[in-house]
T-cell receptor, first 114, second 114 residues
Framework: SQTIHQWPATLVQPVGSPLSLECTVEGTSNPNLYWYRQAAGRGLQLLFYSVGIGQISSEVPQNLSASRPQDRQFILSSKKLLLSDSGFYLC?????????????FGAGTRLSVL | SQQGEEDPQALSIQEGENATMNCSYKTSINNLQWYRQNSGRGLVHLILIRSNEREKHSGRLRVTLDTSKKSSSLLITASRAADTASYFCATAALRGSTLGRLYFGRGTQLTVWP
């Protein structure tokens, strides 16, 4: 069966520090991968999505970046965190045609930038 | 915006009552999905309804779709305290460069009192 791992679960970082959040998927090949951010009490904002290794699409210009070094690994990074980067970060995956675009989510990372 | 918008933003009911949440969207869609999110957790897919379907059932869930009005509703029958969560609708675009993406609304916070 397929599983998605996202870590860490909670992170507290000072302003200006770097960030690296990792997401891995097991049990499937060539998944579509997504990074979302969710502000408190709000919906999901798509940050990045990837349809293959090295293929990253950015939705929102910001100081975050994403990389996909391996088929089932998706990394969210920042060189210098801002206060506004605080939030709940979710990784998700999907496979198959867009017509059946069910996404499966990780447990999320709560990031607090202080 | 292609995002769905849920209504109401918050809903509070007693156990055993039915809960109805609505979603409106603006563009042509391939399908519409409903997700559930427990507090501080990732989203879990509940049900998908295709653009050529009008109604779908899954256990205590009933989803309707009216493409002429660009709206959908999620009905949870005989609610339980364990149904307390946020519920999101998400639309899959029909065509264009956004093919394969999902657009999430801001969600309805459902509270079911025992």
């Amino acid at each position: 069966s397929q599983t998605i791992h996202q870590w860490p679960a909670t992170l507290v970082q000072p302003v200006g520090s770097p960030l690296s959040l990792e997401c891995t998927v097991e049990g499937t090949s060539n998944p579509n991968l997504y990074w979302y951010r969710q502000a408190a009490g709000r919906g999901l904002q798509l940050l990045f999505y990837s349809v293959g290794i090295g293929q990253i699409s950015s939705e929102v210009p910001q100081n975050l970046s994403a990389s996909r070094p391996q088929d089932r690994q998706f990394i969210l990074s920042s060189k210098k965190l801002l206060l506004s980067d605080s939030g709940f970060y979710l990784c998700a995956w999907s496979v198959g045609q867009a017509a059946k675009n069910i996404q499966y989510f990780g447990a999320g990372t709560r990031l607090s930038v202080l | 915006s292609q995002q769905g918008e849920e209504d109401p933003q918050a809903l509070s009911i007693q156990e055993g009552e039915n809960a109805t949440m609505n979603c409106s969207y603006k563009t042509s869609i391939n399908n519409l999905q409903w997700y559930r999110q427990n507090s501080g957790r990732g989203l879990v897919h509940l049900i998908l309804i295709r653009s050529n379907e009008r109604e779908k059932h899954s256990g205590r869930l009933r989803v309707t779709l009216d493409t002429s009005k660009k709206s959908s509703s999620l009905l949870i029958t005989a609610s339980r305290a364990a149904d307390t969560a946020s519920y999101f609708c998400a639309t899959a675009a029909l065509r264009g460069s956004t093919l394969g993406r999902l657009y999430f609304g801001r969600g309805t916070q459902l509270t079911v009192w025992p």
